[in-house]
């Protein structure tokens, strides 16, 4: 009958919790922006320092909200935070309690993959949907399976398989030279490499 309409998307959307989860796990452990966000402080505030001693930071510093860091944190995430695991324990609107999808930044204290709340990312919505479309539609065509140099390499969760340019970046960044600045000081390539299979072939 032609191209699904905005409400079959949505309820095909809501049909999918483990499609959810998995995005989510992506987004937790590559983020686009692992450095985070910058911010202003409108009033003097504090942070605990060494020792447990608070720190006062005056008002207008400017401090950067981190990403990568609170998504691999083992102390919020456990020990297998830098495992790809779509399955594990979800806590309050990181997959919008539950609801699959929804149309609100998916972000906690420890999870903010669009930042957070009044200024988050203005894409967000639109991101979620645009990943879902093409996820769907690249499952529909193609099986995909890991390279045999892939399945060994212990850089699979690694941080340095991602980019960190704050955007997806170019389409030809797949390999840089073997140096010590290619793929974030491992040389070589970036993303996960594997064979793309037509269904229909």
Known sequence: TGEPDSVEFVEFMKASPFLTKCITETLRLWPVVPNGTFRQLSHDDYVKGP??????????????????????DKKLWGEDADVFNPDREWQDDEIWHDQVYAARN?????????????????????????????????FKNFTFELSEEEKTSNLGTSIARGMNNGT???????????????????????????????RNA
Not at 112 to 136: L, V, W
């Open 106 to 138: 998916p972000h906690s204290p420890r999870f903010s993959p669009f930042t957070h709340t009044p200024r988050d990312c203005i894409g967000k919505n639109f991101a979620q949907m645009e990943m879902r479309t093409i996820i769907t539609q690249l």
């Open 51 to 72: 020792g447990g001693e608070q720190v006062l930071i005056p008002k207008g510093t400017f401090v950067q909200v981190t990403t990568v860091g609170r998504h691999r």
């Open 168 to 198: 997806m970046g170019p389409s030809d960044v797949d390999y840089f030279p073997d140096t010590d600045a290619g793929a974030g000081g491992f040389g070589g390539v970036y993303g996960m490499h594997c064979y793309a299979i037509p």
